[in-house]
């Protein structure tokens, strides 16, 4: 991140940065990057934690105008572009996740994949548009890993068709915090 702002603003003086990782945020680090200490990668630092916010990274080029702001100017500016960025920042978290292949027969998939976008929202699900092949249908369906297969073949239960479910792997995806 650091190297791609300094590639992108060469022209900038500093480019500060401060990055919080770990599941609770227990890794932190910051840089002023040739500013007076303190002044610019702590402040961005606690902007950051103070949002409850991790694995998450900020760097803030400066290209002009530092001597002018003072020592409490430079740290004020440098939390005000880190707070207007969380603002305008799209939040996610990541939650771990478990992909399945949903296999049925062609009779039977339009019903099948209506019952899977039915109730995308109530187990949080998404459903891959069908791949259609000469034994049948396949749907790949990612839901989180909390709700699991059972989940699955409980939806799927009422129906008569045969579907076969398979577990094709698990991962952590970033899904938009709401509100």
Do not use: K, N
């Not at 530092?66 to 430079?74: A, C, Y």
């Not at 939390?79 to 027969?105: E, F, I, K, N, Q």
């Not at 019952?115 to 990612?142: I, K």
């Amino acid at each position: 991140m650091v190297a791609d702002a300094r590639r992108r603003i060469p022209e900038a003086r500093h480019h500060c940065h401060a990055w919080v990782l770990g599941a609770t945020g227990q890794r932190r680090r910051s840089s002023d990057d040739g500013e007076p200490g303190g002044t610019a990668g702590a402040p961005m630092r606690a902007v950051l934690t103070g949002a409850g916010l991790s694995d998450v990274v900020a760097v803030v080029s400066r290209t002009f105008g530092g001597t002018l702001l003072g020592v409490g100017g430079l740290a004020r500016a440098y939390s005000a572009a880190t707070g207007a960025a969380l603002a305008a920042a799209v939040r996610v978290r990541r939650v771990p996740v478990v992909r399945v292949s949903a296999d049925v027969g062609h009779a039977d998939a339009g019903r099948v994949e209506h019952h899977l976008h039915r109730a995308a929202d109530a187990l949080q699900l998404t459903v891959s548009p069908g791949a259609y092949g000469a034994g049948g249908v396949t749907f790949e369906v990612v839901l989180p890993a909390e709700h699991g297969v059972p989940s699955l073949q409980g939806l799927l239960a009422a129906d008569p068709a045969v579907v076969v479910l398979a577990e094709l792997g698990r991962e952590l995806r970033a899904l938009p915090v709401s509100g």
